[in-house]
């Protein structure tokens, strides 16, 4: 071991020590001379003669370092070469195993690294180990009596699910923020910010729509970013009152300013507010969540300025809940000693918020969680799946290495003789195994090589898959050091895994039989069918996942959604952010869908507050409770919807009329109710003419219309035939608009036109979530169809992997059976008999793999259930028709050497025996 | 330098133990190890240089000699290499190898 030890030191200080010894032959020839000088040489000559003595000095050094190189390099060489030999002597097989290792690892290598950018990967700022993110968890929200009693009145942010219905998130009070601000002992700087959501930002006339992010005075230091121009944010800059200034992304200031440089001291409107930029941020950086990249950071009290009077209540309201907040400790503090410090803090402020028993019952405690990785919705959102994959990819691999393993088995026995003869001369066994270990090294490391190259693709696909419908999806997956290093570890592993039951079978020290020519043994062969069967037990698994995903996508699909799909285009403008106002911002987008509805082969155009996929997420377009008559709606929703919607929606009115131009601000407000909603309430009369009221918003509708039910919100989760009241879009003075074409052709050809008729209305308006209705559906739904592309890929390789290994056992076995089967033929056996002969062992190699994964499978698919939609996880029809593939593949793969079997001839046969 | 001087090539190996034998008596550079052995045998054995420095490397590998730098005493850098508890050993046992080879080859020219 000390031996090693000494060689690994000698290659790490290799140079150092060439260098050493240069030195110190140097120095025994000037020693010579100066010898020889002092023996009465003249100085030349003693140099002369002392060098001649020593002889070539490059050479001994050559010779003094071989010392330490000694045998091991030069045994790992023999091998290497051997191995390069016997590769290029089994083409085919090396070709197929690197093929299927490539595969293999190739999948694995893209997940991976999917996964080292989503879940693994540090936030790109100095000394991230030391940043915290606070958060909080409280008991369930809900009273005995399912009421909302609790210290959060209000927010503005996201709550995500804890265990049992209690409640997790990142967001405070902003009074919260400024107590535990002063807590400095533990942090160095604890600094807050918000979501800005996406803004309208001008420059120089030129609007475009960009993802803002409204951060304390101290947000930047507290990351410790440097800007790449200019200077960040500061505390006097996020103080009411202070000069408004901004702070732009890289991407923002090369894309709208031509570089950083350029960005600083320009004026630009954000919402139409005037801000000054005065710093960019470094090309790295992308914020604290690496799913938001925003591209403009803004002081957090300028949101007075852009979001009105109404965002001043948000710094005086204890029971609302807004701010983020992310810490850096001090050095020397733990997170821990953090939290020991900090919760009893929030503990005591928070009480003081609280006004009922109730809600002091279950205040929200403190818990700090590491800020390295970033907050990571995306976490969030894919490690689950990500960890689905990982499994299958897994999967797959073992299937490559038990593919493998089964060759080299193979293989094996025909090398039997080869290995006995290097025994029988005296190799030892360990050398023997060292060389086809060797060698099952060498083709793991190519198949790895080549990996690499599968997994370049497979990323970006993957990535392509993932970001699907999302514009701006800053996730950028590669294959980094770290990934390409456990590429390589993962491709050793492989060779190691699948070389060394073959290479201890195949050096077995019973010699004499093998030299004596006799055919493969028992255990060799029992070694195969343990490795077909844990193949086809694995595919098996993959091809009830494939089918799980498959058909959670078809029942997706056949979704009724009770309007048009197709040849729609959508499209949003928020003209409020670009300064119009009401009651002219009505007659503007009255004005627009006029235009619209103008361009030639757009057959209808209407605007509602939002697609009908996303009305469950946009909120409703009248808050509060509504009423017929004297009776309470329950469970209705409300979507403003603009003239001509039902036409383009393709939804059927089934009495009255639908919204039109008639429907102005002024006049009579009306509103269309969905046949389910007339069904509840107004039973089998006419609820034409009759009215629905919001008495909070002091609102009253004059029915006009009832519409076809149709689904509201996603396809998942959305009402399958909800109650819904549409009111006019213009009667109830909109913010955002989404617009809908209905339009002859692919609706995206069309985006050019609109663009420009926008343009021509008002240039600061950016057209934003150009989309077609089949994708923005689609987008909904991008999970399970990334899911079950991607299994029904997985299953079918994993298929054909098990399908190469059964074919190659049944081969081998035949091959070695031909004299059994010769004399069986010779004695009057039939060729169908000598068929199902073999075709009886494929299948009883299937239905022993099926009968271990078939429990594996209904354990395994239990996982996966929150992935489906309307199929049960052990889906009896998805099990057998896997079944049937798998048989009906393994009887495909068995076929061919059943019927070589079957043309053997006993006369040869006999003969070769 | 009159006459030719022996090579140390009439016993393999017997290098390792020269070099042994010069350094536990003290520490040396490799041209003083050189010169030692030569002077020592009277000049009867001339180590060439170029065997040496592989027999230095393979000492050290084999952890009996540690090579660490040093002065010369004409005030020059070099590595003096020293001998270490397992090279004692070693040399404990090439010593009695040794003699126990020039014995039997005395007796057998003895037997003459």
């Not at chain 1, 057959?603 to 004297?630: C, D, E, P, Q």
């Amino acid at each position: 071991m000390t031996e090693v030890f000494r060689r690994l030191k000698y290659w790490t200080e290799s140079a150092k020590r060439s260098e050493a010894l240069r030195e110190e032959m140097e120095l025994h020839v000037a020693e010579k001379a100066a010898e020889l000088e002092a023996d009465g040489m003249t100085a030349a000559l003693a140099q002369a003669e002392a060098r001649r003595r020593f002889g070539n000095v490059a050479l001994k050094q050559e010779e003094s370092r071989e010392i330490w190189m000694t045998r091991f390099l030069s045994e790992l060489g023999q091998d290497v070469r051997y191995g390069g030999r016997t590769m290029i002597a089994n083409k085919a097989f090396s070709a197929l195993a690197v093929l299927s290792l490539a595969l293999g690892i190739g999948a694995n290598t893209a997940i991976f690294s999917l996964m080292e950018s989503i879940l693994l990967r540090s936030l790109p700022v100095a000394d991230p180990e030391s940043l915290v993110v606070l958060n909080w968890h409280s008991r369930p929200p809900q009273n005995a009596s399912k009421q909302w009693e609790h210290v959060v009145h209000g927010i503005q942010g996201m709550f995500w699910p804890g265990d049992k219905g209690s409640l997790i998130t990142g967001i405070f009070p902003y009074g919260a923020f400024e107590t535990l601000r002063q807590e400095n002992r533990v942090f160095s700087t604890l600094f807050g910010y918000f979501s800005g959501r996406t803004r309208n930002l001008a420059i120089r006339g030129q609007a475009t729509s960009a993802s803002a992010e409204y951060v304390t005075g101290e947000y930047f230091r507290g990351l410790a970013v440097s800007p790449a121009a200019g200077r960040l944010i500061d505390t006097e800059d996020d103080r009411p009152g202070a000069a408004p200034v901004a702070v732009i992304s890289f991407a923002t200031s090369q894309n709208r300013f031509g570089g950083p440089s350029n960005a600083i001291g320009q004026p630009v409107l954000v919402d139409n507010v005037p801000f000054t930029v005065i710093g960019v941020t470094p090309p790295e950086f992308f914020g604290v969540d690496p799913t938001v990249a925003p591209d403009l950071y803004l002081p957090l009290h300028t949101n007075l300025l852009i979001d009105g009077a109404g965002a001043a209540r948000m710094y005086d309201d204890k029971n609302f809940y807004w701010i983020e907040i992310m810490g850096r400790l001090r050095p020397g503090v733990t997170m821990a000693q953090a939290q020991a410090v900090l919760a009893p803090r929030f503990h005591q402020w928070v009480e003081t918020t609280a006004k009922t028993d109730g809600e002091r019952a279950k205040l929200p405690a403190l818990m700090l969680n590491p800020g390295a990785e970033g907050l990571g919705s995306l976490r969030r959102q894919y490690s689950k799946p990500l960890y689905v994959l990982l499994a299958m990819v897994g999967l797959i691999l073992a299937i490559a290495c038990a593919n493998i393993a089964n060759l080299l088995l193979a293989r094996a026995a025909a090398r039997r003789r080869e290995m006995a003869v290097r025994l029988s001369l005296g190799a030892g066994r360990f050398r023997v195994v060292r060389q086809l270990l060797t060698e099952s090294v060498m083709l793991a490391s190519l198949g790895g090589a080549f990996g690499v190259f599968f997994a370049i693709w497979g990323v970006r696909t993957l990535t392509f898959l993932f970001s699907r419908g999302q514009e701006n999806f800053t996730l950028h997956a590669e294959l980094n050091w770290k990934v390409l290093g456990v590429t390589a570890a993962l491709s050793v592993v492989c060779g190691l895994l699948f070389g060394l039951a073959p290479a201890i079978q195949s050096t077995r020290p019973d010699v004499m039989p093998a030299l004596k020519n006799s055919r493969g043994s028992g255990p060799r062969r029992r070694a195969q069918h343990v490795l077909v069967v844990s193949q086809i037990a694995m595919s098996f698994l993959l091809l009830v996942a494939a089918g799980l995903f498959v058909q959670t996508l078809s029942k997706l699909h056949s979704v009724q959604l009770g309007y048009a799909r197709e040849n729609i285009l959508l499209f949003t403008l928020n003209a409020l952010q670009a300064g119009h106002r009401d009651p002219e911002i009505t007659t503007f987008y009255a004005d627009l869908r006029r235009r619209f509805e103008a361009i030639p082969g757009v057959s209808s155009a209407s605007l509602s507050h939002s697609s009908i996929i996303n009305a469950g997420f946009a909120g409703a377009a009248i808050r509060g409770t509504m009423k017929i008559g004297a009776v309470t709606v329950e469970g209705a929703r409300v979507m403003a919807a603009g003239p001509r919607f039902f036409t383009t929606m393709q939804v059927p009115i089934l009495a009255g009329r639908e919204i039109d131009d008639r429907d102005q601000p002024g006049s009579t407000p009306v509103a269309v109710i969905s046949e389910r909603l007339v069904r509840t309430y107004f039973g089998n009369e006419n609820p034409v003419g009759r009215r629905i009221t919001f008495p909070e918003e002091n609102r009253d509708l004059e029915i006009v219309g009832v519409s076809a039910n149709l689904r509201y919100g996603g396809l998942k989760n959305g009402d399958a035939s909800s109650m819904t009241v549409f009111a006019a879009v213009s009667q109830l003075s909109p913010s955002r608009i989404t617009y809908a074409l209905r339009t002859a052709g692919d609706p995206l050809m069309y985006v050019k036109s609109v663009q420009e008729i926008v343009r021509q209305a008002d240039s600061r308006i950016p057209v934003t979530n150009v989309v077609t209705q089949a994708g923005e559906i689609d987008r909904t739904i991008s999970r399970e169809i990334t899911f079950s592309k991607l299994c029904t890929g997985f299953a079918v390789l994993a298929l054909l992997m098990a399908c190469v290994g059964l074919y190659g056992t049944m081969s081998y076995n035949v091959a070695r059976q031909v004299g059994e089967i010769g004399i069986r033929m010779a004695l009057g056996a039939q060729r169908g008999a000598v068929v199902w002969m073999v075709l009886r062992r494929v299948l009883l190699l299937a239905v022993v793999g099926l009968a271990i994964s078939v429990p594996a499978a209904l354990i395994a698919s239990r996982f996966v259930k929150s992935f489906l939609f309307n199929t049960q996880p052990n889906d009896p029809g998805t099990l057998a028709l896997a079944g049937v593939v798998l048989l009906s593949a393994a009887i495909l793969a068995g076929y061919a050497p059943a019927r070589r079997a079957s043309r053997i001839d006993p006369l040869a046969a006999l003969r070769q025996e | 330098m009159g006459r030719k001087a022996q090579k140390n090539d009439s016993l393999p190996g017997s290098l390792d133990m020269l070099i042994l034998r010069t350094l536990s008596l003290r520490d040396l550079h490799g041209y003083g190890i050189v010169q030692f052995i030569q002077q020592s045998s009277d000049n009867e054995l001339l180590v060439e240089e170029g065997s040496l420095y592989p027999a230095l490397q393979r000492l050290e590998l084999n952890g009996w000699i540690d090579g660490v730098w040093g002065v010369t005493a004409n005030n020059r850098r070099a590595r003096i290499y020293k001998i270490t508890a397992a090279g004692r050993k070693q040399l404990a046992l090439e010593t009695r190898q040794y003699a126990k080879l020039t014995l039997a080859i005395a007796r057998v020219m003895g037997a003459e």
